[in-house]
């Protein structure tokens, strides 16, 4: 979709307002002047630089027939109403920008451009490339991606705002007199764009509708109507309608209320959802804006409470508009459900983002013989017929833990007298008969490495908690005194003393592995 504003338009709007932008090229830490290219010792391929985790890598520019070009990529200055702070200058260069470096869930991204003549080379991940004015660029750029333009001109330049909506992995862009920032590259876990729903459907009182119905469902998400009130005597139904986005808010499709509102149910996708974002624009009346059970909020969504629910804080940036205002609202704790209400209100681009997972994983390698194995991890679920899942074969003779107890074959079933994984110990698993080796994958949290661990008098199956290997004089510091008899690897290698002096033969004490130390006193070992 080719979208076209007038200069005074943008001028109102000189700054863009994005939305959450996850990871971000803006330019601003390369040093002005800056050259990459052909005159400046770079070849295709090179990587210029890389900012928020995305690769800037050098290409050739071409018209598609004989003309090939490799000449100059300039860290220069951003305009008045384009781009802020640096800005890159291509001139008869390209570059991809390798969005799936930093995010394998891209799903939007947009950026600015300028450009004061020539032609341009576009291509969107595994896309056809697009040779010729960017503005004029097709709508469907790649498989499962679109493509949207807004421009502006003045004199002969042509600004304008691109957004990509789609799984954009990378996206390969090219120009002769072109200027480009602020790319934003934005993840949603769930969202609501509109975009599967027909323009011109409509719901509310006159269309058989009555407050409850499930307009729709996107993503997971149930969009649900509900009354519209000013609090006092007006309590309205009218009408909510799919309609082509506004042309400074939304992408594609947009949702109208007017007199009328609406719940998304973001709480249920199955998933804690901890940010939740999404535009708007408002021409006229007020809004009705809830979040969860908080209180119901009526007047200028602008103008909405920061602590808008228990727990819930709001933001909102906010342009003027011809008419109106365009915004975007942030909603940053446990979000379940939103209510908005408007009179002439516009809302598209609802983004919701889980909760991010604070789960990690230990692969522990196994082999023929005698293995010490430990974890720093807790697994989720601790049973040692679950944790040992992938080795539980013919080949594993037994596993034993500290105080002989056995996870063993008898009379041809598993029988598990361990129970379940402990954390602060190690396994002794032997394996016979097995080509090459095996894989122990455990997943969960990881346990604080300074957790104390008792060392009895005797032999002791000490885990290692350390998620980086360490020196083993140093590991096993806290307890290296006078009850400290010694520690033995899986090799038979000993950290022990010889001739009044510490002696250490292990080395690193390693990951995945435990340590038999003697003792012969009570102790606890804290790893530093």
């Excluded at 950026?111 to 080379?121: H, M, P, V």
């Excluded at 379940?420 to 969960?444: C, F, P, Q, R, V």
């Excluded at 949290?445 to 957790?451: E, F, G, L």
């Excluded at 090799?491 to 510490?502: C, D, T």
């Amino acid at each position: 979709m080719k979208r076209v504003l007038l200069l005074f338009t943008v001028l109102l709007a000189a700054q863009l307002v994005y939305g959450q932008c996850d990871y971000s090229v803006t330019h601003d830490n390369q040093s002005l002047g800056t050259q990459w290219g052909g005159n400046f010792g770079d070849s295709p391929g090179d990587i210029a630089f890389t900012e928020s985790g995305i690769p800037l890598v050098l290409q050739e520019f071409t018209d598609g027939n004989n003309y090939t070009a490799f000449d100059r990529a300039e860290i220069d200055t951003a305009g008045v109403v384009f781009g802020n702070g640096n800005s890159i200058l291509l001139d008869n260069i390209a570059m991809n920008y390798e969005v799936s470096s930093a995010s394998s869930s891209a799903n939007k991204v947009r950026f600015e451009f300028a450009d004061y003549g020539g032609f341009e080379n576009f291509k969107v991940n595994n896309g056809d490339l697009y040779i010729g004015e960017l503005t004029s660029a097709p709508t469907n750029i790649a498989p499962g991606v679109t493509f949207d333009v807004v421009t502006y001109s003045y004199g002969n330049w042509v600004y304008g705002i691109v957004t990509l909506t789609g799984e954009v992995q990378s996206v390969h862009i090219g120009g002769q007199e072109f200027w480009l920032d602020e790319l934003c590259v934005s993840e949603c876990d769930y969202s609501v764009t509109h975009e599967p729903l027909t323009a011109g459907t409509k719901w509310g009182n006159n269309y058989g509708n009555t407050p409850g119905d499930v307009a729709f469902n996107e993503s997971g998400i149930p969009v649900i109507l509900a009354e519209f009130t000013d609090g006092n005597n007006y309590n309205a139904f009218v009408r909510a309608e799919v309609g082509n986005a506004m042309d400074n808010m939304g992408h594609l499709q947009a949702l109208n209320l007017d007199n009328i509102s609406v719940d998304f149910a973001v709480g249920d996708v199955g998933a804690t959802i901890n940010q939740v974002t999404f535009e708007f624009s408002d021409y006229g009346g007020f809004e009705n804006f809830q979040v969860n059970d908080g209180d119901l909020y009526i007047g200028e969504l602008a103008s909405a409470p920061t602590n808008i629910a228990p727990g819930v804080t709001y933001t909102v940036t906010t342009t003027s508009i011809p008419g109106g205002i365009r915004g975007e609202v942030t909603l940053t704790g446990e979000v379940n459900n939103i209510r908005l209400g408007g009179q002439e209100f516009w809302v598209d681009e609802l983004c919701a983002l889980e909760e991010a997972s604070t789960a990690e994983s230990q692969d522990v390698t196994v082999e023929n013989g005698y293995n010490f194995v430990s974890s720093y991890i807790i697994p989720d679920n601790p049973d040692m017929t679950e944790v040992l899942s992938n080795i539980l074969n013919e080949n594993l003779q037994f596993v034993r833990d500290e105080d002989g107890n056995m996870l063993q074959k008898i009379g041809g079933e598993w029988v598990n007298g361990i129970g379940e994984w402990n954390t602060e110990e190690g396994y002794l698993i032997k394996i016979d008969g097995m080509s090459g080796s095996a894989t122990i994958t455990l997943e969960g949290q990881a346990m604080d490495k300074s957790t104390p661990l008792l060392m009895e008098t005797g032999y002791n199956f000490a885990s290692y908690l350390p998620q980086q290997p360490m020196d083993a004089e140093i590991a096993f510091e806290s307890v290296i005194n006078g009850i400290f008899v010694f520690a033995r690897d899986e090799e038979g290698n000993m950290l022990h003393k010889v001739g009044g002096e510490w002696v250490n033969n292990i080395g690193d004490a390693v990951p995945g592995e435990f340590y038999l130390i003697k003792m012969s006193e009570n102790g606890e070992l804290i790893y530093p």
